[in-house]
C-alpha cells in the first residue's frame, strides 16, 4: 500500500512539472508580453527634450510593438536564434574566447555555429543600423517598428536565461524556471519596481554594450539557479505550485507564496535587470538618433503612420493567428 501511495505521489509530481513547463501559454517562454511593454513603455522617459515628444506621442504603439518579435519568432524561421545566445557552449568562461565582432566570429566557428546557439548580440547592432537609417530619413514608420523591435532583443539581453544552454533548467525539477523568472515574477512584482533609470546616454559602441549586457545577464545564471535549488528542497511540493485562473481556465504555475520567496532570495535581480533594460533601451535609441545627424523629429509630429504600415501590420497579425506549426527555438532538457 505504500509503495502505491508513493507511486502516485511521485506521478502527481511529474504531471505538475509537466503542467508548469507545458500548460502555461507559449507566451510566457520570452521575458514575458508584460516585462517587454513595461520596458518599451517607461524607456521613452529617458530620451531628451528634441525626442521625447515623437516618442510620447507614439508610446502606445512602441508599447505594443513591443511584442512584434516573440510573435514573429513563431512563424519566422531564423527568428528565434535572434533572442539569445547560448554563450556557455563555447566555454565556461566563454567572454575572452568568442570574438565580438560578426566576420570574426564565423571565421572561428562558422555561421552555421553560431546560428544553432544564437546570434543576439549581432541582431542588436543590425537593428541598431536600420534605426539609424530610419532617422537619417526621417521614416516615421521605421523609426516606430525598429524602435520597437529594437527595445524587444535589448530587453532579451537583459534577461540571464536568454544567454544559457540550459534556459528553461539544468534538471528537470528546474523546468519551468525561464517562465518563473522572466514572466511570473514581473507580473506579480514589477509594478512595484522604481523606473527611474536617469537619462539616456550616448553609447560609442553599441556591439560591445550588447556584449556587456549580455555579460551582466550571464554572470546571474549560477545564482538564480542556486536560490531556486535551494527553495525548492526546502518547501513542500504543495507550496511550490498553485492553479490560477487564466482566461477562462485554470492553469498550473508557481505559487505566489514561492513566487515571492524567489523574488526575495534574488534581492532585487530581476528589478535591477528590469532597471538595465529600460536604460540601456533608451540609449540605444538616443544613440541611433545621434549617430543619423540628430534628424529634427518635432517635425515629424504632425505625421502619423502610414496606411502601408498599418496595412503590413495587420497582415503579419494574420499570419501570427493562422499559424499552426511553432518555429522557436528548441527546447532543450
Avoid at 503542467?19 to 507566451?27: F, H, R
Avoid at 485562473?245 to 514561492?258: A, E, I
Wanted: net charge neutral; aromatic share 14%; hydrophobic share 40%.
Amino acid at each position: 500500500m505504500k509503495r502505491v501511495f508513493e507511486y502516485r505521489k511521485a506521478l502527481l509530481f511529474t504531471l505538475i512539472i509537466f503542467a508548469v513547463a507545458i500548460i502555461l501559454p507559449a507566451d510566457l517562454f520570452s521575458f514575458g508580453f508584460f516585462a517587454h511593454r513595461k520596458i518599451n513603455r517607461m524607456a521613452v522617459f529617458t530620451l531628451p527634450p528634441e525626442m521625447l515628444p515623437f516618442y510620447r506621442k507614439h508610446i502606445e504603439y512602441l508599447t505594443e510593438r513591443s511584442i512584434d518579435p516573440d510573435r514573429r519568432a513563431h512563424v519566422v524561421p531564423g527568428e528565434a536564434q535572434r533572442h539569445y545566445i547560448d554563450i556557455d557552449h563555447y566555454d565556461d568562461d566563454p567572454f575572452g574566447i568568442v570574438p565580438r565582432k560578426w566576420e570574426d566570429a564565423i571565421e572561428k566557428y562558422t555561421e552555421d555555429t553560431l546560428q544553432k546557439y544564437g546570434v543576439i548580440p549581432w541582431h542588436i547592432e543590425v537593428m541598431m543600423r536600420r534605426l539609424t537609417y530610419a532617422f537619417r530619413n526621417s521614416d516615421v514608420d521605421g523609426i516606430l517598428y525598429n524602435s520597437a523591435h529594437l527595445g524587444h532583443y535589448i530587453a532579451d539581453a537583459c534577461t540571464p536565461l536568454h544567454t544559457t544552454l540550459h534556459y528553461n533548467g539544468r534538471t528537470p525539477e528546474q523546468k519551468g524556471i525561464h517562465a518563473l523568472w522572466e514572466s511570473r515574477l514581473p507580473e506579480l512584482f514589477a509594478d512595484n519596481y522604481n523606473y527611474f533609470v536617469g537619462k539616456a546616454e550616448y553609447v560609442s559602441s553599441p556591439l560591445d554594450r550588447a556584449w556587456e549586457i549580455i555579460k551582466i545577464s550571464h554572470n546571474k545564471v549560477n545564482t538564480i539557479y542556486d536560490i531556486y535549488d535551494y527553495l525548492y528542497n526546502a518547501m513542500s511540493r504543495d507550496m511550490i505550485f498553485a492553479h490560477e485562473m487564466r482566461g477562462q481556465s485554470f492553469v498550473s504555475t508557481y505559487s505566489r507564496k514561492f513566487s515571492k520567496k524567489f523574488h526575495d532570495e534574488m534581492n532585487g535581480m530581476v528589478e535591477r535587470q528590469l532597471q538595465l533594460a529600460v536604460k540601456s533601451v533608451g540609449d540605444f535609441w538616443y544613440t541611433a538618433w545621434v549617430n543619423a545627424g540628430q534628424p529634427e523629429l518635432l517635425e515629424l509630429l504632425d505625421e502619423k503612420i502610414s496606411e502601408e504600415h498599418r496595412k503590413k501590420l495587420e497582415k503579419q497579425k494574420k499570419k501570427w493567428k493562422s499559424v499552426e506549426m511553432s518555429l522557436d527555438r528548441e527546447k532543450t532538457e
